[in-house]
């Protein structure tokens, strides 16, 4: 796989490289990925994650799986009462308008059947580690138990739960290329 010089690599930290076969795009975002990876026309990409880049141009990179961008990833906070799953859910949203989380994400302040209430933040599974550091970053903690993971979110959706509120979470990097503009940014080396 053959990259093109960078000016400044560091910038592509966190971004993905894409490896079409005849030809590497860097820069894509993970939202950017999962819409290529449904296009027929790209079942064969292999992708790689940009962990690291140095000002000499050398970068850290790890392969990722393509199914890990069909999947959702969570965290879900267990409250005693409503009322302090209410305050996890606006600690969590507060911090949200002062640091940018690192993705799209769901914000959910839910009751299960059980009658037990949570706070669920739902986000691409490929994005854990980043909402890791998100939520130490903010410093979040809760009263209650922690659960989380791809396992976590598909027993949420199987219960069934009432959501009480909701918030959509945005980043800024979250305005991706799509349909015809992903095509063209597809054929280029640099995509950002």
Not at 61 to 90: C, H, N, P, W
């Amino acid at each position: 796989m053959k990259l093109p010089k960078m000016d400044n690599p560091q910038q592509y930290s966190g971004l993905y490289i894409v490896d079409f076969g005849d030809h590497s795009g860097v820069g894509f975002l993970a939202e950017e990925v999962a819409e290529l990876l449904e296009s027929e026309q790209y079942a064969h990409i292999t992708i790689y994650k940009i962990h690291r880049a140095f000002p000499d141009g050398t970068m850290e990179i790890r392969g990722v799986r393509r199914e890990i961008f069909q999947l959702e990833s969570g965290m879900f906070f267990y409250a005693a009462d409503e009322k302090t799953a209410r305050e996890d859910y606006g600690r969590l949203a507060a911090c949200a308008g002062q640091i940018e989380p690192p993705a799209r994400a769901k914000l959910h302040l839910a009751q299960l059947p059980s009658e037990q209430y949570l706070t669920a933040l739902i986000y691409p599974a490929e994005y854990e580690d980043e909402f890791s550091r998100w939520l130490l970053d903010c410093d979040y903690r809760t009263a209650g138990p922690a659960a989380g993971g791809v396992g976590q979110v598909e027993l949420y959706y199987r219960q069934n739960p009432a959501v009480l509120e909701r918030t959509q979470l945005f980043n800024s990097r979250s305005v991706a290329f799509r349909g015809q503009a992903l095509l063209e940014a597809a054929k280029k080396a640099l995509v950002r």
